[in-house]
C-alpha cells in the first residue's frame, strides 16, 4: 500500500474532532499531502492554523462557500480572503448553490468578486456548483481564470466537454461508488484532469469520510476507466501537484 502516493485534493480538516488520528491515518495510507479548504472566515482561520501546524503536509486553501454567505458578513470575509490569499495554494473552496437559500442575484456577486480575487492574485479555485454548473463555468471563464476544479463533478457531459475545453480539472470522489452522473463524468474525462478527494467529512453509504478514504476514490476511478490503479495514482498525484503547484 505505502508504494502508491496520493493527495487527497478537498478535506475541510476543520470540522474534525479527530484531527491528529485522521492525519495519522493518512499518513499510514499513502496520503503525501492534504489540501485543507475552507469555507467562511472562522473556518479560514481554522484551516490556516491547522497548516501552519504541518507546513509540508497540510496546504491550506481559503474561500467562501456559498451555503455561508451572509450580507452582513461579506465584507470582512472579502478582506481576510484578500489578506491571506497570497500563502495559499488555491481560492476555495467558493461557487454557486442554486439549491441555497441565498438568492441567486447575491451569490453571482459575491462569487464574481472572488473570482476577481483569484485572478489577481493568479490563484487556482476550487468550484462548488450544484445545480449551477453552467452558470458557474461562463463566470470563470469571464473571468479569465487559469485553472479552476469542480469540485464533485456531476453536470452534463455536454458541459464537461467545455471545461475540459478550457484545460480546467474535475475532483473525483468516495460518491462514484453510487452517483450516476458522477460516475459518468469521471468515466469521460481523461486522466489527465481529474483530481482525487474525499470532501472530508461528508458521509458516503454511511461512512463519514476521513483523508485516508482517498483510496476509495481511486479504487473506482481505476474501476470506472478500466485503468491499473498505479497508474491512477502515479498521475492523477501529479495532476494534484501541477495543479496546486506543491513541491
Known sequence: MNEIVLIDGHAH???LPDLLLSLEEAKNAGVKAIIAVGSALDSNKKTIEIASGYPTYVYPAIGYHPWDIKEQE?????IFI?????????LGEIGLDYKAKVKKEFQHHVFGQLLELAHQYDKPVIIHC?????RAFKMIVEKRIRKAVFHWYSGSLELLDEIMAQ??????????????????????APLDRILLETDTP????GIESRPKHVWITLEQTALLKGLDIFLVAIQTTANARQFFNLP
Do not use: M, W
Not at 74 to 78: G, I, Q, R, Y
Not at 82 to 90: N, R, S, T
Not at 130 to 134: I, L, M
Not at 169 to 185: E, G, K, V, W
Open 13 to 15: 480538516l476543520d470540522e
Open 74 to 78: 461579506v465584507e470582512a470575509n472579502l
Open 82 to 90: 484578500q489578506d491571506h490569499l497570497e500563502k495559499c495554494v488555491a
Open 130 to 134: 450544484r445545480y449551477s454548473h453552467e
Open 167 to 188: 484545460g480546467y480539472f474535475i475532483s473525483a470522489t468516495p460518491a462514484l461508488l453510487y452517483s450516476p452522473p458522477h460516475q459518468a463524468a469521471i468515466k469521460k
Open 202 to 205: 461528508v458521509i458516503y453509504q
